[in-house]
């Protein structure tokens, strides 16, 4: 059974950092994606960031292009997502999820993605 298990979520001023983490089982393809997704209250879920694990492509969206960085530890299963500079802009419930690919071109759409973990609350304050 595939799981994914983030972490690292919580409540941070503006201008600070946080660093989520996404901790893959229960799959045994080489070749997969895992993709960030964010959702804030009243909006459509919309991708943030994505790696891939076989050419370690990624992917980030323009409004956190600089600030925000994924990475993997293979050994691990674990692929994060370090924040930095964040914004109250940023504050929603981050998702990690399983697919097949990550483009460096396309943004990562959640019909893409087929496993997803339960999220974990980012709460920004100005």
């Known amino acids: 059974e595939v799981q994914l298990v983030e972490s690292g979520g919580g409540l941070v001023q503006a201008g600070g950092s946080l660093r989520l983490a996404c901790a893959a089982s229960g799959f045994t393809s080489d070749v997969y994606a895992i993709g960030w997704f964010r959702q804030a209250p009243g909006k459509e879920r919309e991708g943030v960031s994505c790696i891939s694990s076989n050419n370690g492509v990624t992917y980030y969206a323009d409004s956190v292009k600089g600030r925000l960085s994924i990475s993997t530890d293979n050994a691990k299963n674990t692929v994060y997502l370090q924040m930095n500079s964040l914004k109250p802009e940023d504050t929603a419930v981050y998702y990690c999820?399983?697919?097949?690919?990550?483009?460096?071109?396309?943004?990562?759409?959640?019909?893409?993605?087929?496993?997803w973990g339960q999220g974990t609350q980012v709460t920004v304050s100005s």
């Open positions: 999820a399983l697919g097949l690919s990550c483009s460096d071109k396309y943004i990562p759409h959640p019909y893409d993605y087929n496993y």
